[in-house]
Nanobody
Framework: VQLQAFGGGLVQAGGSLRLSCAAS????????VGWFRQGPGKEREFVAA????????NYADSVKGRFTISRVNAGNTVFLQMNGLKPEDTAVYLC?????????????????WGQGTLVTVSS
């Protein structure tokens, strides 16, 4: 599975962005999908995950209530709607497809990764 994330950009604090993760070469409709981020000088951290059918979603505490993960399997795409953005959300955001049908908070459970998209939030 090849993944590509896009939709990043520069936004002011309090603003919104919607990231997309598209799969090619093979569908990921049977896989859990996760979003992770890596800020400057920081380790990669979990942001959100969604199960294969969207029935289970999990969020990092830092983004709960502000970010929403969703998917359209027919379109082979997963979205991350980010509202109420804060400067500390600034990072490269990466999407990944899990080994199983349910996403995980651990990056070790994701063998397929796309290139990231940069989100910069100005204060």
């Amino acid at each position: 599975v090849q993944l590509q994330a896009f939709g990043g950009g520069l936004v002011q604090a309090g603003g919104s962005l919607r990231l997309s993760c598209a799969a090619s070469r093979r569908t990921f409709s049977n896989n859990g999908v996760g979003w992770f981020r890596q800020g400057p000088g920081k380790e990669r951290e979990f942001v959100a995950a969604i199960s294969w059918n969207g029935g289970f979603r999990n969020y990092a505490d830092s983004v709960k209530g502000r970010f929403t993960i969703s998917r359209v399997n027919a379109g082979n795409t997963v979205f991350l709607q980010m509202n109420g953005l804060k400067p500390e959300d600034t990072a490269v955001y990466l999407c990944a497809a899990a080994r199983t049908s349910v996403g995980s908070t651990s990056p070790l459970q994701y063998p397929y990764w796309g290139q990231g998209t940069l989100v910069t939030v100005s204060s």
